[in-house]
């Protein structure tokens, strides 16, 4: 049975002033910890046996506590869930806690108050009938055009598929004609990047031709005491191998027959002129009323929206902001906070020094646990 806000804000409404951060340890939990702690929040993170030194070991410093599972999966379990109640835990949600737990369990069984909307990280699957692009198209927002099948390809295309290897990352191909899909998609079944099961359900796209911008933000739940949301830093993402076939003269990319990957392995920090900022906080905006109306009560926390700066194919002298993924969670950029001048801006606005975007989450959790007001910032 799917779990009600009201039954969270039940749960919330027992915990005393003194509530824990908890986090997966995976994708963003350096970030949480380092947030949570340097503002005076109480931390736990959950680790995975046989990955967990990173955070048991090297980074013990973070966390007060370090809860070791088999399995990402036993998150749900009692026995777990039993000890987060007890440190009066609020949970922030990343991409691994998605893609380790799954959002049935984390619609039905995870009874632990989370700091976002639970029911908005179903969303990011591109599979599902309410999946992104159908909330960004509801939003207005445009979105790179969508083959329906290889047949249709009659430009160049980029080929998303999910890897059969790694359940976080997808593999990526760029043909510009249905007879380069089917070569290509030959090529890395036969590597074992990808499955015919992967290959059956890739989305197809246009290739838009513009800079690459992650453009995150943060909603605020208290509106009322912070504002609506702010524009919290832009990046991109350095990946494995296409970082390396990038570095390298065209002859020489040609000459290596290795497919090309994207599997993320860190990112860089990026500006964007004052004049252009409006494409990206329009497009938020967008998002922001459209998710209210599809999934109340809405954004809680840190979004982010990757796509390009693009020219309009109508005139070829309008520039657009085309979005291509959206991460209704923590983005996972450890870069942002040192790369980003919004960090001074926000630090301004708030009064204290904010240095990383989750700083503000912990921010707004520690003002609603003040204002008694915890039930507002969870589902």
């Not at 000890?83 to 039905?108: A, C, H, M, W």
């Not at 801006?345 to 708030?350: C, P, T, Y």
Request: hydrophobic letters at 35%; charged letters at 30%; glycine letters at 6%.
């Amino acid at each position: 049975m799917t779990i009600t806000r009201a039954e969270i804000q039940s749960i919330v409404s027992a915990y005393t002033d003194d509530v824990t951060i908890g986090v997966l340890g995976s994708h963003s939990a350096l970030e949480v910890g380092m947030s949570a702690r340097s503002i005076g929040s109480k931390t736990v993170v959950i680790v995975q046996e046989g990955r967990d030194l990173l955070y048991s070991k090297y980074h013990s410093h973070l966390y007060d506590y370090v809860i070791k599972v088999r399995n990402f999966r036993d998150l749900v379990s009692q026995e777990i869930q039993d000890q987060l109640l007890k440190l009066n835990t609020i949970f922030l949600p990343n991409r691994s806690f998605s893609v380790y737990v799954g959002y049935d369990e984390i619609e039905n069984e995870f009874r632990i108050p989370m700091y976002g909307n639970r029911f908005m990280l179903r969303c990011e699957d591109r599979k599902d009938e309410k999946g992104q692009y159908y909330l960004l198209k509801k939003a207005g927002i445009r979105v790179p055009e969508e083959f329906d099948s290889p047949e249709d390809i009659n430009r160049l295309a980029i080929v998303k598929v999910q890897r059969a290897d790694n359940p976080l990352e997808r593999a990526f191909f760029y043909p510009s004609s249905p007879e380069e899909f089917f070569e290509q998609s030959k090529e890395y079944k036969m590597k074992g990047l990808i499955d015919d099961r992967g290959l059956k359900e890739a989305r197809i796209e246009e290739y838009i031709l513009g800079s690459r911008f992650n453009a995150n933000f943060h909603r605020y739940a208290l509106s009322d005491l912070y504002g609506d949301f702010d524009l919290v830093g832009l990046s991109d993402r350095r990946q494995v191998n296409l970082q390396g076939f990038l570095n390298l003269p065209a002859k020489e990319q040609l000459k290596i027959d290795v497919p090309v990957t994207n599997e993320e392995i860190g990112h860089y920090g990026l500006t964007i002129r004052e004049s252009k900022q409006s494409l990206l906080w329009n497009a938020a905006k967008k998002l922001i009323d459209s998710a209210e109306q599809e999934y109340s009560p809405g954004i809680i926390g840190l979004f982010g929206l990757q796509g390009a700066i693009a020219y309009n194919p109508e005139d070829m002298k309008t520039l657009e902001f085309v979005v291509f993924d959206l991460s209704p969670r923590i983005p996972g950029d450890p870069a942002m906070g040192p790369t980003s001048p919004e960090m001074r801006s926000l630090s301004l606005k708030h009064g204290f020094k904010i240095e990383d975007p989750i700083d503000l989450t912990v921010m707004e959790i520690q003002k609603a646990v003040r204002e008694n007001r915890l039930k507002d910032v969870v589902t």
